[in-house]
């Protein structure tokens, strides 16, 4: 089954083409990653995928159920079942680490907060963080509670915007690990953005490059290394 599908879909932000006519398909419970040069349209793929953009033209699919097409936002946000981890983590300075994974349950108004929350940094291993504050933990302590209120809310679909570029190479590998079992625990599907080609060589099942807005390459990540595309290989050669 797809977890996700665009097709032609075209954004522009003033006079700047971001995306010049998408296709992309992505199997559910599979982690895909999207690579391209920065301003190639990985971000603004998973802002509509999101729902945070509409595209210009096209249409997009979660799971065979269209969300929006030209210029129509069919399903918000809130009601699509897709978790977001922002570059900057986007964690709430003023609220502890409890009340930051807890967020999106107080939206959904759940009636399990304090049990889901327990379960999910148990699972995490962030039992003993739930009191301190975003400033008092390290950066992999807080990726892990990014990804903690992400997945609090048993999203089908986890978008992931460079969230480990900051991070030391040890501490990479335990994420990449982590990222991988989760995929399987929670049955989830994973679309992850890197500038980094060995990143996602290393971590994903397909990887889909973009240049200049169009898709110049999608299939399983290791044969990236065999494709004839001219872009696909000056990028690799960075």
Do not use: C
């Not at 971000?43 to 595209?55: E, K, M, Q, S, Y």
């Not at 379960?119 to 807080?142: A, M, T």
């Not at 978008?159 to 501490?171: A, R």
């Amino acid at each position: 089954m797809e977890a996700l599908q665009l097709t032609g879909v075209k954004k522009s932000f003033g006079l700047q083409n971001v995306l010049n006519g998408v296709d992309l398909n992505i199997s559910k419970g599979t982690l895909t990653s999207l690579i391209g040069t920065s301003g190639s349209g990985k971000t603004t793929i998973l802002r509509l995928i999101a729902g945070l953009d509409i595209p210009d033209e096209g249409e997009i699919y979660i799971e065979n159920k269209i969300v929006s097409k030209a210029n129509k936002l069919l399903v918000p946000p809130h009601q699509r079942g897709v978790g977001f981890i922002f570059q900057d983590l986007a964690l709430w300075p003023h609220l502890n680490v409890f009340e930051n994974i807890a967020f999106g349950l107080k939206v959904k108004k759940d009636k399990d907060i304090h049990e889901k929350v327990q379960n999910i940094s148990r699972d995490l291993d962030i039992e003993l963080l739930l009191k301190r504050f975003p400033n008092e933990l390290s950066g992999g302590q807080q990726q892990l509670v990014a990804i903690a209120r992400s997945l609090v809310v048993r999203p089908r679909i986890l978008l992931m915007d460079e969230p480990f570029s900051s991070l030391d190479v040890k501490i990479k590998a335990f994420m990449h690990k982590l990222l991988r079992n989760l995929l399987k625990e929670y049955s989830i599907t994973i679309i992850y953005v890197t500038h980094d080609h060995r990143e996602a060589i290393s971590l994903s099942d397909e990887i889909a490059m973009l240049h200049k807005g169009k898709i110049v390459y999608k299939g399983q990540a290791d044969a990236i290394q065999t494709s004839t595309s001219k872009f696909v290989k000056k990028f690799l050669e960075i």
